[in-house]
T-cell receptor
Framework: EPEVTQTPSHQVTQMGQEVILRCVPI?????FYWYRQILGQKVEFLVS????????KSEIFDDQFSVERPDGSNFTLKIRSTKLEDSAMYFC?????????FGDGTRLSIL | AQSVSQHNHHVILSEAASLELGCNYS??????LFWYVQYPGQHLQLLLK??????LVKGIKGFEAEFIKSKFSFNLRKPSVQWSDTAEYFC???????????FGGGTRLMVKP
């Protein structure tokens, strides 16, 4: 069964540095998402992406965040000038319509 | 705006006990409803979904859920749990456009052998 893959599985970064989290969605999917889960809290929607542009974003997704689909396969989340509170598990998801398939997540630790 | 409430944060059961996890949502329009499971150290996996039709939906691993529109509920059930069901369970809802999945806070289930 096709899967959403995310790299790296764990990223440790100094506060203030930029990070890029990478995702390879399922190949025939057209909708892409990023969610995050701060330890002990609920999974939160960050952003959805369709047709090479952001279709919806949450309040969390401020100017610090950006997404890109640089080629036909990757979908990236960039966090500029990371803060301690950005430490979380970040999940990428893709869908063909209404059913989301999630990746294993990237655990981001900000020191 | 959509919201999802899961009232049980932690549930501890013995093997073979029956399980019911509550989920209530608030949204005035047509919704799609989901239960996801997250086993320790793993990603979110879909247990079952409701889009339309029979409000009693059956998922993988013997789980089922019932959509009761009048109560805005989508409770998850399993008649007899196993130790391997130990995991965190998330209820989620999206509107018919399907663009933004809103999750509940999750219920951590521990099944004692």
């Amino acid at each position: 069964e096709p899967e959403v893959t995310q790299t790296p599985s764990h990223q440790v970064t100094q506060m203030g540095q930029e990070v890029i989290l990478r995702c390879v969605p399922i190949s025939n999917h057209l909708y892409f998402y990023w969610y995050r889960q701060i330890l002990g809290q609920k999974v939160e929607f960050l952003v959805s992406f369709y047709n090479n542009e952001i279709s919806e974003k949450s309040e969390i997704f401020d100017d610090q965040f950006s997404v890109e689909r640089p080629d036909g396969s990757n979908f990236t989340l960039k966090i500029r000038s990371t803060k301690l509170e950005d430490s979380a598990m970040y999940f990428c998801a893709s869908s063909d319509s209404r059913l989301l398939h999630f990746g294993d997540g990237t655990r981001l630790s900000i020191l | 705006a959509q919201s999802v409430s899961q009232h049980n944060h932690h549930v501890i059961l013995s093997e073979a006990a029956s399980l019911e996890l509550g989920c209530n949502y608030s949204y005035g329009g047509t919704v799609n409803l989901f239960w996801y499971v997250q086993y320790p150290g793993q990603h979110l996996q879909l247990l079952l979904k409701y889009f339309s039709g029979d409000p009693l939906v059956k998922g993988i691993k013997g789980f089922e859920a019932e959509f009761i529109k009048s109560k805005f509920s989508f409770n998850l059930r399993k008649p007899s749990v196993q130790w391997s069901d130990t995991a965190e369970y998330f209820c989620a809802v999206t509107n018919n456009a399907g663009n933004m999945l809103t999750f509940g806070g999750g219920t951590r289930l521990m099944v004692k052998p």
